[in-house]
């Protein structure tokens, strides 16, 4: 860690959520208890839900950090984001130091895409999501914007950029 936190760049979490709010206050948990510059984390919330409201669970008069949208995806607000993008998936756990070790694997290894190949996770809620055949977890992916741009879509990220990529063999813990 040789990395000042007045260095550090900006990271955005985005979380698109559907209808269930079981999760919500798992994700504000998580968020408020990362160890990142309050003034370089950004919360981008998705809303895609068909019958909920969502807005009203999500503190975004209190935290000018978090951007609410409606019926929206990653793709379409690329454009509004800057330096780089990770999950913050509901029914997963993000230590505290999550997203600064991403960060401090990217600037050290000087790529533009990282993620884990293992995870434990809860059998109650069973929710892993894969990347392609490079079997990097979506939730512990961390890419720069300018990485993403010409894909638009978590499908196409990995495959043939295997020299802009870092995986780490270790492990990220899941809980419900």
Same mark, same amino acid.
């Given at each position: 860690?040789?990395?000042?936190? @007045?260095?550090?760049?900006?990271?955005?979490?985005?979380?698109?959520?559907?209808?269930?709010? #079981?999760?919500?206050?798992?994700?504000?948990?998580?968020?408020?208890?990362?160890?990142?510059? #309050?003034?370089?984390?950004?919360?981008?919330?998705?809303?895609?839900?068909?019958?909920?409201?969502? *807005?009203?669970?999500?503190?975004?008069?209190?935290?000018?950090?978090?951007?609410?949208?409606?019926?929206?995806?990653?793709?379409? #607000?690329? &454009?509004?984001?800057?330096?780089?993008?990770?999950?913050?998936?509901?029914?997963?756990?993000? &230590?505290?130091? @999550?997203?600064?070790? *991403?960060?401090? &694997?990217?600037?050290?290894?000087?790529?533009?895409?990282?993620?884990?190949?293992?995870?434990?996770?809860?059998?109650?809620?069973?929710?892993?999501?894969?990347?392609?055949?490079?079997?990097?977890?979506e939730s512990t992916l961390m890419y720069s914007v300018k990485f993403y741009m010409p894909y638009m879509n978590t499908k196409g990220l990995i495959s043939s950029r295997e020299k802009e990529v870092r995986s780490e063999e270790h492990t990220?813990?899941?809980? @419900?």
């Amino acid at each position: 860690n040789n990395f000042k936190d @007045s260095k550090l760049p900006i990271v955005t979490m985005v979380s698109e959520l559907t209808d269930s709010t #079981e999760y919500i206050e798992w994700l504000k948990y998580n968020y408020y208890n990362l160890d990142y510059p #309050e003034d370089k984390l950004k919360w981008l919330v998705i809303d895609n839900s068909s019958t909920n409201n969502l *807005r009203s669970h999500i503190p975004v008069k209190q935290d000018l950090n978090i951007t609410y949208v409606k019926n929206s995806t990653l793709e379409k #607000e690329i &454009g509004n984001l800057t330096g780089y993008i990770c999950y913050l998936n509901d029914k997963e756990y993000y &230590g505290p130091d @999550s997203i600064k070790k *991403r960060i401090f &694997g990217l600037l050290t290894y000087n790529k533009n895409c990282i993620g884990c190949k293992e995870m434990k996770y809860n059998e109650k809620v069973e929710d892993i999501r894969l990347v392609d055949n490079r079997n990097l977890y979506e939730s512990t992916l961390m890419y720069s914007v300018k990485f993403y741009m010409p894909y638009m879509n978590t499908k196409g990220l990995i495959s043939s950029r295997e020299k802009e990529v870092r995986s780490e063999e270790h492990t990220s813990e899941l809980q @419900s």
